[in-house]
């Protein structure tokens, strides 16, 4: 494993000499190669509800945020879709939603797993179910579990407290997400967590941190994308912009990622397919292994806007474009962070 120093991580991301880029790129592909080989995996995702009991300054469905219709799937159509991502050749999806955590919301997410998994689990080993609701407490985190999801994502967004709090309202803090992030792991999920790159006032030292946080908190799972402002909320009028070149910085990021921690899964971001009509393919070539259809109706998906301009494939387009690209799609297959399961052998030795 190979580590770099804040200030070599600092000169990558802030080189604009392309023989730089082509070195990380290239290095990042043979970890990737060497440690995940070219399958890309696939995550259905399930946007089943949009309210939000939050209000965090750069997404779209933040409480306050009154220009959007809010909606909630009821518990049949997330089934239904779930099941329809089965039948299609996905092992895995990703139910996500805004964060609500009362017992109700937590009761009615837990039996929808359970019924997933029951349903699913007919034809083989079933799908593999992640979740991203946010902040819960150890318990509701712990009765998910029990129902049968066994990932979960709950990005940090930055690893340095003080900008955290510049970007939340004060009752969202710091210490509670790494709280919540030590729980999952405790309990046992596959823990996923990330950034977004290049939002007003942070730094090229902020992002090298956050490399450094990811390796140091031991993570399964990594996704990080460009930061894309939306229009309606209050980090659009913020203007203080350090990173000058989002998507090459972006690119670079996965790129290093991939070499600091070569076994862990890595996605290539909606966010990054957004914002460069070469975002798929380039988010590959830097080591991303996982890709996360959109799965949310049609009629709800406009309403799921954490940020403006939100882009999405179909299913074939991005099979597709992912053997264009020189990978392969693997359908029928959980394709699980390898990193998880290293932890955990070590874990067991320890003991
Ligand atoms: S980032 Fe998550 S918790 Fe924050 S406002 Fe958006 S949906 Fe809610």
Known sequence: MISFSTTQIVDYLKSKDPA????????????????????????????????????????????????????????????SLAMEAHNNGYQSICLQSGQVSSSKEIDLVAEVVATIKELSGK?????????????????????LWNAGAHRYLLRIETSNPVLFQKI????????????????????????????????????????????QFFREKDIDMLGMGPYIPHPDVPLADEKKEYISDVFGTSIKMLALARIMMPDINMVASTALQS??????????????????????????????????NKKHSAFETL?????????????????????????????????
């Open 20 to 79: 730089i880029h082509h070195f990380l790129l290239e290095k990042a592909d043979r970890y990737r190669q060497e440690n995940r080989g070219r399958a890309v995996y696939f995550r259905g995702l399930i946007e089943y509800s949009n309210i939000c009991s939050q209000n965090c300054f750069y997404c779209g469905l933040r409480r306050d945020n009154l220009f959007i219709k809010r909606y909630h799937l009821d518990r049949e159509e997330i089934i």
């Open 123 to 143: 034809k083989g080993q079933g799908l593999g179910i992640t979740l991203s609701l946010g902040e819960l407490s150890y318990q509701q985190y712990q009765q």
């Open 168 to 211: 939340h309202p004060p009752e969202q803090s710091f210490s509670r997400r790494l709280e919540c992030l030590q729980a999952l792991r405790e309990i046992g999920y596959q823990v996923g967590t990330g950034v977004m790159i290049g939002f007003p006032g942070q730094s090229y030292e902020d992002l090298a941190y956050d490399l």
């Open 275 to 308: 914002i460069h009509p070469d975002g798929l393919k380039m988010g590959l070539k830097a080591g991303a292994n996982i890709v996360m259809p959109i799965l949310t109706p049609e009629k709800n998906r406009q309403d799921y806007m954490l940020y403006a």
């Open 319 to 351: 099979q597709q474009d992912i053997k264009a690209a020189g990978y392969e799609p693997t359908l029928w297959q959980w394709g699980d962070s390898p990193h998880y399961f290293k932890r955990k052998r070590e874990q067991a030795k320890g003991e």
